[in-house]
């Protein structure tokens, strides 16, 4: 799989539950579905947000379960009041806040999000619910390594308020999709996505809740995904 093609086109018939637009893959980042398991090391994961943490709390199950080959090293917050640091005390995961109110520029917030990030040995940069614009500092400390989820099936409804911005729109299918993070915001490769009909009643209360399941269900897998295309790109 290409990662940087488009992605398929959602059907034009609306399926009555949620579903996946993007193909079914193997959650174990060590698993080679065409012959038996391949024992690897876990990918060692460094988790940004700004709120509640919920898809990172998602993330932390499908690796307690055993379905995704990694490990959690640190989660890096920028919200005093942001609730993933408990569910990070929680689970046992260090914690380490960096207020951007306390960095002079983005850069400077970068630097040390990217310092704190080496220092825990990380080599994917997971941002999941991170609220803030990332600079070319954090992106050139790690290369084709830094994954977001946005409630949205880009391209259409990149940056803030995608969900508000589809019910406006009046479109039938919205979503979510996991991509790689460029410095264009939302502009990345995207490797997965899922799609969410949209209920003529639906509110952007009811509406972000349905996506947000999805992607509590697509995240994991497309970690794996990313990890399996850098460990083995496909010849062009």
Known sequence: MDLTSTPR???RTIPRTDALVSPQSALLAGTDQSSSPIIRAPIVLGVMASGSGSNFEAIAEAISKGVL??????????NPQAKVAQRAQRLGIPA???DH???????SLDDAIAAQLMEYQVNWVIMAGWMRRV??????????????IHPSLLPSFPGIRSVEQALNAGVKITGCSVHFVELVIDSGPIIMQAAVPVAPDDTVETLQARIQVQEHRIFPAAIALAAQQVSHPTAS
């Open 135 to 148: 600079t070319e500092r954090l992106l050139s400390a790690f290369p084709r390594r830094i994954l977001n």
């Open 9 to 11: 086109k959602i059907p």
């Open 96 to 98: 380490v806040l960096l």
């Open 69 to 78: 080959n990694a490990r959690i090293a640190v989660v890096i917050y920028n």
């Open 101 to 107: 109110r306390q960095f002079s520029s983005r850069e």
